[in-house]
């Protein structure tokens, strides 16, 4: 039996729209989905120890899962790529925190592939060191962080459809869960 991890950003919980649906993604190809919710407020998210304080929060979880769970962050949640790094666990970032060195450090260190979903309107996102670190990115012309562009609200919503493609085909690229 597969497992994920999804990790959530800073302001809205596991259950926010991306993160649900990459969730989602995971839980129809059979996997057990464990959504963490932060146990307390955490530090500045652009200071060094946010790391250590998100690994604190998401590595107990992790030791209680047999094998290899796919991970699910976003923003804040990006944070534990240091883990994903460190145990070869493959992921799903969404809006992760490219300017920050030591998220990108991190993805660099990375064994295990994962794909990059970000936006060229968000701030923390970076295209091309995106592209750099993975072969797996969608990139959204106009995305924010909440990977909302101009324009009526439907098509941010259709954004959310690119996502959800995106993860269901990165799975298919890196055979997950394998069998």
Known sequence: ????????????????PLLMYAGDVAERRGATV????????????D?????SWVAGEIAPLIDTISGRPLLIGKSLGTNAAA??????????????????????DALARATAPFLLVGGTADEVWDGNIARRLSPHVLEVEGADHGMYVPGPLTDSI???SHVV???????????????
């Open 1 to 16: 039996m597969a497992d994920a991890v999804v990790i959530p950003g800073g302001w809205f919980g596991p259950n926010a």
């Open 34 to 45: 464990h959504r963490h919710s932060w146990s307390q407020e955490f530090p500045k998210p």
């Open 47 to 51: 200071q060094a120890e946010i790391e």
């Open 83 to 104: 883990i994903a790094a460190e145990r070869s666990l493959p992921a799903v970032w969404l809006t992760p925190l490219l300017t920050l060195p030591w998220v990108a």
């Open 158 to 160: 259709a954004v959310l």
């Open 165 to 179: 493609v995106a993860v269901e085909d990165f799975l298919d690229a890196v055979a997950w869960p394998s069998s």
